[in-house]
């Protein structure tokens, strides 16, 4: 059968549904909070634990599983993160009290930990470099495309059958995806069955060259100041983009008075815009790289996403109508996915074959941001309460992380760094 897309693009597809799976399943539960906290009489602090559960497990698990993806390559790691979390989504339904239910969160942020950076593999290894933007464009546009729906799912699963539900058919959407990578996807386009000639050719000719023998280099990442650099930015990122995905709906209805149907409405722009700015972002970023090179490119459209986010956080805190708070958090997860995937593709910039490990060192850092604010945003509202208090301190993070795009260089990579006796930039 001869498909009407290139392999390759297929790859870009089956990527794109897993995204939108790790965001569906991540912002259930965010979605139904009310209604946990009511049936299991939570307060914003336990409940933040329960959502901060889960960012401290990606963390912890984010650089082993990125190093394991390069070792022996992403199929297996996609296929045991996959299974992993389904059975833990699952586990999260049954819960009866607060400690079965971070147990649960935890070991399934365990699970789901290394999404990213074996993504980020498959692509160094299946796109051309000129398509990089654009593939890493769609695999964010996936995790909007999950947290739109999730609501749409959710909110009347959730009203038919109570908040247990969902986790139940969530767990099993992702063993069914489960099922076709396991049939499907190969870790290199030289093992995979049907593609064409030209296209291999292709693939070969503009992708960086693999060498899975060559070791990682550990001294290198550990006194790279670039990659500190970018841990920090994306420390920042991840705290505004976890509020978005864990605090929002809560936000709307306890902050803002929204009901469930119109927090629904609201949740679901938010992330409709996000796929634009994802679309606006990968489209803008490839053409800038060609024609000002990387530094410029990723560095302006991280600049310009997380900058623009930060600021619209700050207004949505002071702005005193529930409609146009609402309105400047829409537009902010819109300049956040507008920027973020420039990160991705500075970790395959810089890491070279070590693009994994240097993507889940990122990531750790973002995970711990995001369990940080899980915490802290509930601790601050019980304190002062307000819900608004705590959008201050985010706003100005990711102000600073759209600073630290500055020192970023995605032109140095860090193994050749070393070995050549280059300064990185400070």
């Known amino acids: 059968m001869k498909w009407p897309i290139a392999y390759r693009h297929r790859l870009v597809l089956l990527l794109f549904f897993l995204a939108a799976l790790t965001y569906l399943d991540r912002i259930c539960i965010s979605i139904v909070g009310i209604r946990i906290k009511s ?62 239910l971070i147990a649960a969160r935890f070991l399934f942020g365990m699970g789901e930990a290394g999404t990213y950076p074996n993504s980020m593999i498959a692509f160094s290894r299946w796109l051309p470099r000129r398509e990089l933007g654009r593939g890493l464009a769609w695999l964010g546009i996936g995790s909007q495309v999950g947290s739109a729906i999730a609501p749409l799912l959710v909110v009347p ?11 139940f058919v969530n767990a099993l959407l992702g063993l069914v995806w489960a099922g076709f990578c396991f049939a499907w996807f190969r870790n290199e386009p030289e093992n995979a069955k049907g593609i064409s000639a030209a296209e291999l050719a292709l693939i070969r000719a503009e ?17 790279s100041r670039n990659l500190f650099a970018l841990m920090l930015m994306y420390f920042c990122s991840q705290a505004a983009n976890y509020f978005f995905i864990a605090w929002m709906p809560v936000y709307l209805q306890e902050a803002r008075h929204f009901s469930e149907s119109g927090m629904k409405r609201v949740v679901f722009c ?26 410029k490119g990723r560095r302006g459209v991280g600049i310009t996403g997380l900058g623009g986010c930060g600021l619209l956080i ?7 109508s529930p409609g146009v708070a609402a309105g400047c958090l829409i537009a902010a997860n819109g300049f956040f996915s507008f920027g973020v995937m420039m990160a991705y593709g500075t970790c395959i910039d810089i890491g070279g074959n ?27 509202a019980d ?34 760094s070393r070995r050549e006796g280059h300064q990185l930039p400070a």
């Open 383 to 416: 304190l002062t309460h307000s819900l608004n208090k705590p959008l201050f301190a985010l706003g100005l993070l990711a102000c600073a992380g759209a600073l630290l795009w500055r020192i970023i260089d995605p032109e140095q990579e860090i193994s050749q």
């Open 157 to 167: 699963l959730a009203m038919s059958f109570g908040w247990r539900m969902p986790f």
């Open 39 to 100: 049936d299991l009489h939570l307060t914003n602090t336990q409940f933040g634990w329960v959502l901060g559960a889960f960012a401290l497990a990606y963390a912890l698990f984010e650089v082993p599983a990125g190093w394991f993806g390069d070792r022996i390559g992403p199929r297996n790691v996609f296929l045991r993160i996959v299974i992993w979390w389904s059975v833990f989504t699952a586990l999260t339904g049954v819960a009866g009290g607060l400690f079965s």
């Open 314 to 320: 700050l207004l949505a805190g002071v702005v005193p």
């Open 270 to 295: 938010l992330f409709v815009v996000g796929t634009a700015g994802f679309l606006a972002g990968g489209a803008i970023g490839d053409r800038l790289v060609q024609r000002q090179g990387l530094r």
């Open 207 to 223: 992708r960086r060259p693999v060498a899975q023998e060559q070791p990682v280099p550990w001294k290198s990442l550990f006194r």
């Open 354 to 380: 070590a693009s994994g490990t240097v993507t889940g060192a990122m990531n750790f850092a973002g995970q711990i941001g995001a369990f940080l604010l899980a915490l802290l945003f509930g601790k601050v």
